[in-house]
């Protein structure tokens, strides 16, 4: 129950947190809006961990990946008996696509995540990063304490409408076992490339 209270007043707060959008920097144009009949009804704002060691994962996201963090604040438990910390990081964009690092009160205390030794499986989720820089961030992100790397780079084909995309692709284990998928896309490139 104590947990369930935590959630429910980190949920509240992130609520919250999620409604105050950053106003474009100075002299920067507004992008136009997409017509209502093309807009999804939905982003996919962030994506929350619930992690064991928020330092140890910080190491990985925010030192080696590179990710910016936006929100590091204390929560304190409707109650009172408890805290958790939250972080909040992004990569290059300020209202979707970011990732919240999220130690409860008794995170510490949590055992080792039980995970294959070899890929994965049913049920795993993958996070997946673009970067026009896997050579430096691979081997950073690998070099992590408590990182396992699944696969080092290597190019993958795949089917698209009339174009095979040539995708170089690493996989790797954060410490509390989620799966972190870094690659860069050869061929279309992307627009940074």
Known sequence: MKTLSIITAGLAALSLAACNDAPPPAGAAAAPAPAAAERNPLDLRRTTLLVRDLDASLALYRDALGMTVTYDQMITSRD???????????????????????????????????????????????????????????????????????????????????????????????????????????YPPLDWD
């Open 80 to 186: 009172g008996s408890s805290q958790s910390r939250l972080v909040l990081l992004k990569a290059n964009d300020d209202r979707i696509g970011m990732l919240g690092l999220w130690e409860l009160a008794d995170a510490a205390d949590a055992p080792p995540p039980a995970v294959p030794d070899e890929g994965f499986e049913t049920g795993d989720i993958v996070l997946l990063f673009n970067t026009s820089e896997l050579d430096t961030v691979f081997p950073a992100a690998a070099e992590v304490p408590g990182v396992r790397v699944m696969s080092e780079p290597t190019m993958r084909e795949y089917p698209g409408d009339g174009v095979t995309y040539q995708v170089m692709v690493s996989m790797l284990r954060d410490p509390d076992g989620h799966i972190v998928e870094l690659n860069r896309r050869v």
